[in-house]
């Protein structure tokens, strides 16, 4: 059977029969379409999930007191109670160990924040002058932590970007003296705005 042969044979098929031919063709077409979105969807999935990781750092380890899982970081489960609270001392030791580059204790929980009549539940989280950069965080405004003493706590803060449009509005936020909870702070610093603000 020769080439001319063949195409006139599918010719005839395809006008011979044109509801199957059409269906055919969608068929196809539909499931072309479908291994393309599929492989969008995985490549988008793929994409996410690697910027989340990026967004933590590649080279993290984060240390909870009393469990023994190996399961990814929650920041809720940092407000639970543990058997023993690791200790600056701890951090300490773990700043010593000469694979470590940097070391950010941290004290996360909720609090009222107030500032001119304004009041916002916000998450409060407590830290050192590492903790910006260990994950990632750029600041938009102000200056970072001071890098002091661990054990001599600053009266200051750094707010998110959500936070200050909530409750500073067109008021500079920095230099601003705010209250958590029974504490005021000096605002020194402003993040740029993130997935979450």
Do not use: C
């Amino acid at each position: 059977m020769r080439l001319a042969d063949t195409l006139r044979f599918a010719r005839d098929a395809a006008t011979g029969y044109p509801v199957r031919t059409a269906l055919s063709v969608l068929a196809m077409a539909i499931g072309v379409a479908a291994v393309v979105l599929l492989t969008a969807l995985g490549d988008g999935a793929r994409r996410y999930v690697v910027g989340q990781f990026s967004s933590l750092g590649t080279n993290l380890v984060i240390v909870l007191p009393g469990r023994s899982g190996t399961g990814g970081f929650n920041p809720a489960n940092a407000i639970t109670s543990t058997p023993r609270d690791l200790t600056i001392d701890d951090a300490a030791s773990l700043r010593r160990l000469p694979h470590v580059h940097r070391v950010a204790p941290l004290a996360v929980g909720t609090s009222e924040m107030a500032f001119g009549g304004k009041l916002r539940e916000v998450m409060v989280a407590g830290s050192t002058a590492e903790f910006i950069p260990i994950r990632h965080f750029e600041l938009a405004q102000g200056k970072a932590l001071p890098d002091e003493d661990w054990n001599h706590g600053s009266s200051v803060a750094i707010i998110g970007a959500k936070l200050r449009e909530e409750l500073f509005g067109a008021t500079p936020a920095l230099g601003q003296l705010i209250r958590i909870g029974d504490r005021r702070l000096r605002v020194i610093g402003v993040l740029k705005p993130s997935g979450q603000g």
